[in-house]
């Protein structure tokens, strides 16, 4: 999708407002806004309640402005052989207007035919409808089994993976939350739309088992019906092994144990009060180790072997750990059984 997109040209530019180029935009594109937030208000409301004369009048004298700023600015630096590829929201008077203003500086200038929306209906299209090219494996395992570290280093060693957690930038359960926040809904599937454009339909791809939400990111349909369909590398994991695992990966957990009070807090009603309280103890003594390994046992233990329930057919391979101390040894590992599943 993006790759053919933007071949030949040496930036993508949106020049759509800072707010809607924040919720999503092309892989690559660089935001120079021809109106930004405030003056893009201005003129829409100008439009309803005065004139739309009045509303491009405006309008001109503002995009005409910022473009200077911009040519003596982000641009400064371009030589004559610069070739940029242009769009706003529809490919429309904003990205026409800054075209025709770089194009006279004799610029090879190209706009995106139908803008970010046309971008957008393919993205939907891929992402609800696939196909998904390749075969996919899920690599499955209880919480706490490293799954995300182990696909990482597949990944590092040539195999074909596509990472949601790390689209969605969060890990996938109450103590998921990431620095930075998660993307937008919009944001995630055209990553994910372009990560599927570009498998090798001769290989497989590797996910990670997930619900069909990812923090506050929902799967879209032709993922979430590949995960449940797919078969399975199942990972067993000692309890107490995943649990020290995790003890070490949370760490910004660990250096904040007033979030983790307001997510045992979230977790009151799903739990008897007296489990809840000696969780809230060993957090407060700092067992991390102790606290990990109830959170797991009791928490999302059943949950997850709930829902692997629904979704694996018992077809795929498993592979047994007794500790994750060292993460190669268990990639080696997960990469023979993979193997297996291939023959």
């Keep these: 999708m993006a790759g053919p997109l933007i071949e030949g040209f040496d930036d993508i530019i949106d020049v759509r407002a800072p707010a809607e180029f924040a919720e999503d935009h092309l ?20 439009y309803k309640q005065v004139s739309p004369f009045d509303a491009r009048k405006i309008g001109a004298a503002l995009v005409a402005a910022n473009a200077a700023r911009h040519i003596a600015g982000a641009l400064a630096d371009r030589r004559g052989g610069w070739r940029p590829l242009i769009y706003c929201w529809r490919g429309g008077q904003r990205s026409g207007s800054f075209a025709t203003i770089l194009g006279q500086i004799g610029w090879r200038v190209s706009r995106i035919e139908g803008g970010y ?17 390749s075969r996919v494996i899920v690599l499955d395992g209880n919480t706490g089994s490293a799954k995300t570290e182990i696909l990482n280093r597949l990944a590092a060693r040539g195999h074909q993976v596509i990472d949601l957690e790390g689209m969605a930038n969060h890990r996938g359960s109450l103590f998921g939350a990431m620095p930075g926040g998660q993307p937008s809904q919009k944001m995630f599937e055209g990553r994910l739309a372009v990560a599927l454009e570009a498998l090798d339909p001769a290989r497989p791809v590797l996910v990670e088992a997930e619900s069909s939400r990812i923090g506050a990111i929902t799967v879209p349909k032709a993922m979430w019906q590949a995960i449940c369909t797919a078969p399975r590398l199942q990972m067993h994991v000692p309890v107490e092994a995943r649990a020290a695992f995790t003890a070490r990966s949370y760490d910004d957990m660990v250096e904040d144990p007033t979030r983790v009070l307001r997510i045992l807090d979230m977790m009151s009603p799903l739990h008897p009060a007296d489990r809840i309280e000696e969780w809230r103890g060993m957090l407060q003594r700092r067992q991390w180790q102790a606290l990990s390994e109830g959170l797991l046992r009791d928490h999302y233990d059943p949950r997850y072997d709930k829902h692997r329930a629904r979704h694996d057919d018992g077809t795929g391979q498993a592979v047994r750990l007794s500790e994750l ?19």
Excluded: Y
């Excluded at 892989?27 to 100008?46: C, H, K, Q, S």
């Excluded at 929306?117 to 090219?133: E, F, H, T």
């Design 27 to 46: 892989p690559g594109a660089i935001n120079l806004p021809v109106l930004n937030d405030e003056e893009r208000e201005r003129v829409g409301t100008i």
């Design 117 to 133: 929306k046309s971008w957008r209906r393919l993205v939907v299209n891929r992402v609800q409808n696939g196909p998904i090219a």
């Design 325 to 343: 101390k060292d993460l190669d040894a268990a990639t080696g590992a997960v990469e023979d059984a993979l193997a297996q599943m291939r023959t």
